[in-house]
């Protein structure tokens, strides 16, 4: 699986957009763009993936680079609920056995 | 997370103890994942089963450290002799197709302290 690479950290205000970038240059033509999240103390949850089309769920937009090198998860009107660490996963869509790759995420602070 | 049950959540161990860590996946859910997060770091794989079958256990420490999912009940992780280094936030995941990581669905983990 290619590696990516996150800011450590941002914050954001209550109520507005927060933009969290991802660069994978290293991505082939088959592997997709995958978003979780971990809230502090839980377990990671699933957000949205892409392969490169943008995409858009009930809980946040994926726009991924015409050249597929870097994406961003966009959370439109970012809650202190979303306070949490994004991981960027980048994977064939059905991997079969081969485990999942974590790194070390952004975490986000959204601010009152 | 729902539907992924891990217990207990916290767990207290003191060195040279052993721990057992429990995962019930979600109903239908014939594949486990074990994932171990130690403070301020990631998540790192451990080990994938599958009823009955240990599929990759790549990420696991090569001793002390174990793990099952029996036809009947819960997957569990065995740890012995725990060390302090072993303490941790270990999560489980489940899937009902293998591979599939969207369809990972998280449980809320247990939390190992060894004192």
């Known amino acids: 699986d290619a590696k990516t690479t996150q800011p450590p950290s941002m914050d954001c205000a209550e109520g507005r957009a927060a933009n969290l970038p991802c660069n994978h240059s290293?991505?082939?033509?088959?592997?997709?763009v995958y978003w979780y999240r971990q809230i502090h103390s839980q377990g990671p949850q699933y957000i949205i993936h892409?392969?490169?089309n943008n995409e858009t769920n009930e809980m946040a937009s994926l726009i991924i680079t015409e050249d597929r090198k870097s994406s961003t998860l966009i959370l439109p009107h970012a809650t202190l609920r979303d306070t949490a660490v994004y991981y960027c996963i980048v994977r064939l869509r059905d991997s079969g056995n081969t485990p999942l790759v974590f790194g070390k995420g952004t975490r986000l602070s959204v601010i009152a | 997370n729902a539907g992924v049950m891990q217990n207990p959540r916290h767990l207290v161990r003191r060195r040279g103890q052993e721990a057992r860590l429990r995962c019930s996946p979600m109903k239908g859910h014939s594949h486990v994942y074990w994932y171990r997060q130690l403070p301020e770091e990631g998540l790192k794989f451990m080990v994938y089963l599958q009823k009955e079958n240990i599929i990759d256990e790549s990420g696991m420490p090569k001793e002390r450290f174990s793990a099952e999912f029996p036809k009947e009940g819960p997957s569990i992780l065995r740890i012995q002799q725990v060390v302090r280094g072993d303490s941790a936030a270990y999560f489980c995941?489940?899937?009902?197709?293998?591979?599939?990581?969207?369809?990972?669905?998280f449980g809320p983990g247990t939390r190992l302290t060894v004192t």
């Open positions: 892409g392969l490169k």
């Open positions: 290293t991505i082939s033509g088959n592997e997709y």
């Open positions: 995941a489940s899937s009902q197709r293998a591979g599939a990581i969207h369809e990972q669905y």
